[in-house]
Structures are given as structure tokens and as C-alpha cells.
């Protein structure tokens, strides 16, 4: 297994050019399996923006990839689609409300990263009061983070993320992806979504949704877990990563 760190993050070097793009991410991780590594063809398992990049390299590069599995789905198109069912009606209705409420990082993030930067490249506190909210928000937590997630888990990934200043390379991210979107489309590879139910930013979709996205052959209601399924519900997640890659070796 390759665990890759997009650039920026903790385990890599801050980017020193602009067009750092999910995009470009993209190109370099096919690079590194195929030209560095070796692999004519892989799976791969991601969420958020890894799931962003793996989006990325199925429109990109298909005959690549053996298949996708990720957690949740991107809740956003526009224009919307004027076939929308109503499922897809009411949960874009949700996707609505969810957004006023929850978005508004992003939008600084992706609009005005450099007046961000100070609070969280000078002060710990300052990141961990950007970072930790989101786990409190999104995981499946209730109101105690701590408990959930482990403090000890919570304080390794704040480090990580201070001495490397993954701060910055995350916010920058999401201003490079702004400027260079990528490739649009259904990404026709094998694909597995999972949808924990307690993840606030799928709310959860519907089937249907995502098929607008992605070729879906299996399709997981995970009855607990949020936003970070690889921390609340490894065992589970596992499973269900499992099933899936035996079934397209079958």
C-alpha cells in the first residue's frame, strides 16, 4: 500500500509555484506509481480532497486505475442539472442549508488565503482552533472530539501539520484549485462509495447523485462514522475496501 501525501501536507515539501491544482496532484501521483514506482495499473481509497484527486486521475488517466473507492461524494454542480429526481430535489435542498452554515472556511480559504496565513503559521492555537472545529463538526462526535478521536490522535495531527506548516500548503490548496479546476465528467472506472451517516457534508446523497459522477458498483450506508471514517471506523471501512477490490478480481 502507498499512502500518499499531497504536496503541502505533512509528509511533503510546501509547493513554490503556483498551479499546486488537484489537477496537477493528479499528474504527479500517476507519475509516482507509474514512472517512480512501477505500477502499470492501481486501485485507490480516498476522501475529501484525496477523493477530489482521484476524481482527477479517473477522468485523466482510466486506463490506470483498476478502481476508486472513497467516502461521500461532492454534494456541488453548476448549473444544476435540470433531471433532478426528487431525492436529488430535497437533498440539494439540504446541500443548501448545510452550506450557508459550514462553507465559509472554504470561501476564505479559496478567496483570501494569505490573510489567513498569520493565525495559522504563528499561532498553535490558532490552528488548532481551525482544525479541531471541523472534527467536532463533522465526525461523529456529538459534542466531545476528545473522547471520539483520542486526544493524544487529535495533538499528533495538530503537530503534523505545525512543524511541517501543513497549515499553509492545506489553505493554499484550496486557492489552486479555484484557478484550475480540471477535467468535468463521469469518471467511468469502477467505483465504491461509502456514505457514513453521520458525515454532515454528504448528508447523506443520494444513489443517484453520485451515478452522476461516477461509475458506482457498490454502494455502502455506513450506519456510524462521519467525516473521517479511517479514524472512527477502521474496522468497518476496511471491510467494505475489502469487498470491493476482490469483486473486480472475481
Known amino acids: 500500500m502507498i499512502a500518499v501525501s499531497m504536496p503541502g501536507y505533512a509528509f511533503s515539501e510546501s509547493p513554490t509555484e503556483h498551479g499546486m491544482s488537484f489537477a496537477r496532484i493528479a499528474d504527479l501521483v500517476v507519475h509516482l506509481m507509474v514512472e517512480i514506482l512501477g505500477y502499470k495499473r492501481f486501485a485507490v481509497r480516498g476522501s475529501d480532497q484525496g477523493a477530489l484527486v482521484q476524481q482527477q486521475i479517473g477522468l485523466k488517466y482510466p486506463e490506470r486505475l483498476i ?47 494569505e490573510t489567513l496565513l498569520p493565525a495559522l503559521a504563528d499561532s498553535p492555537a490558532g490552528l488548532a482552533s481551525w482544525i479541531i472545529e471541523k472534527f467536532q463538526r463533522w465526525g461523529d462526535c456529538g459534542s466531545d472530539p476528545d473522547t471520539h478521536f483520542g486526544r493524544d490522535k487529535l495533538v499528533d495531527n495538530l503537530s503534523l501539520h505545525w512543524f511541517a506548516l501543513g497549515g499553509a500548503g492545506a489553505v493554499r490548496l484550496y486557492h489552486q484549485a479555484g484557478r484550475d479546476p480540471g477535467m468535468s465528467g463521469r469518471v467511468e472506472v469502477p467505483t465504491a462509495i461509502a456514505m457514513p451517516l453521520r458525515d454532515g457534508i454528504t448528508v447523506p446523497a443520494p444513489r443517484r447523485w453520485a451515478e452522476r459522477f461516477y461509475n458506482v458498483r ?20 476496511t471491510q467494505d475496501i475489502r469487498k470491493f477490490f476482490v469483486s473486480l478480481s472475481t
Not at 91 to 100: M, S
Not at 223 to 234: L, M, Y
Open 67 to 113: 478502481g476508486i473507492h472513497r467516502s461521500g461524494i461532492t454534494p456541488f454542480l453548476h448549473p444544476l442539472p435540470a433531471d433532478l429526481d426528487q431525492g436529488e430535489k430535497a437533498y440539494q435542498k439540504q446541500v443548501e442549508v448545510w452550506a450557508q452554515r459550514e462553507t465559509a472556511y472554504a470561501r476564505l480559504q479559496a478567496l483570501r488565503p
Open 218 to 237: 457498490q454502494w455502502t450506508i455506513m450506519e456510524s462514522g462521519g467525516h473521517f471514517p479511517e479514524w472512527e471506523i477502521p474496522a468497518e471501512l
